[in-house]
């Protein structure tokens, strides 16, 4: 791997092999979903906890202070919109030179395998993978499943991870699932994953990140389980915890139900 990219890639997934990103992108194709509507402000109370953000371009530039040094992951794909026909039908929406303008530490794309576009995404990956490879920037594959859910099974996800690794993705976010150690070995290269839609309590989103990481998962890569709760800045500091610390889940949770009463407490 050329030094460029590592020396990037380094700086998303830190010394110890792990990584906590926030993923703060969903307006591409979502618009401005629930506590979403103002980028910055979503952000802000987040980025001191957090290794490095995913976003587009139009948050990046509105949204981050340049002055900050957190790594940068690029979305670089989309072109859809949830009320759209089709969410697979993807293309690649930020040339190089604005990536490297913008100083980024990785670009991100979504592909959908099985998708009636399975094909048009796969090759966006690889068109990408050559151009950012000539400049040293690594690429994130992200293994999309649109509107199917029910597609996040260990044998699907296993398979799309592999096909990104194969074709040169240098890390993959997917989704965390039953068997998850299968998606795992699969993929040669790091792993990272979603949260996914909000789920039910915070307690269950922590569960969810310490399983995956217990299953060798590299990190994670959550947006709406943590600024979509109440307690986001709990929320983030105890998946740290989880990602960096080795933080047993029954002591992870109990620390997320202390940092919130003490927020309630200062009220
Ligand atoms: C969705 O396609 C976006 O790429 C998000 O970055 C991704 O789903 C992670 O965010 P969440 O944890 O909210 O699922």
């Keep these: 791997m ?10 998303i997934i830190k010394s110890d092999g792990r990584t906590v990103m926030l993923a703060v992108d969903h307006g591409y194709f979502l618009g401005p979903i629930k506590k979403l509507e103002q980028p910055c402000k979503t952000i802000a109370p987040l980025i001191s906890y957090t290794d490095a953000l995913m976003l587009t371009r139009g948050v990046l530039r509105t949204s981050v202070d340049p002055a900050n040094d957190i790594p940068i992951v690029l979305r670089v794909s989309g072109g859809n919109s949830i009320i759209g026909k089709d969410l697979s039908n993807e293309a690649i929406t930020v040339s190089i030179e604005d990536a490297l303008r913008l100083n980024v530490c990785a670009v991100a794309l979504s592909v959908y395998v099985g998708s009636e576009h399975e094909h048009q995404t ?7 993978i050559d151009e950012a490879t000539r400049y040293g920037i690594p690429v994130l594959a992200v293994t999309a499943v649109g509107k199917e859910l029910e597609k996040r099974d260990a044998r699907y996800l296993a398979l799309s991870c592999r096909i990104a690794a194969e074709l040169g993705a240098h890390f993959v976010k997917t989704y965390y699932c039953e068997d998850f150690e299968k998606v795992v070995k699969s993929c040669f290269v790091p792993l990272v994953i979603a949260g996914g839609p909000k789920l039910k309590t915070e307690l269950d989103a922590l569960s969810l990140a310490y399983e995956a990481i217990n299953e060798g998962a590299s990190g994670v890569d959550m947006g709406r389980n943590i600024w979509q709760s109440e307690n986001p800045v709990a929320m983030i500091k105890v998946i740290r915890a989880i990602v960096h610390e080795g933080t047993s889940l029954t002591k992870a949770q109990a620390m997320f139900k202390s940092l919130k009463s003490k927020k309630k407490s200062k009220k």
């Excluded at 050329?2 to 700086?11: A, V």
């Excluded at 796969?122 to 990408?128: D, G």
């Design 122 to 128: 796969l090759i966006n990956l690889t068109k990408l």
């Design 2 to 11: 050329d030094w460029g990219i590592k020396n990037r890639l380094s700086r």
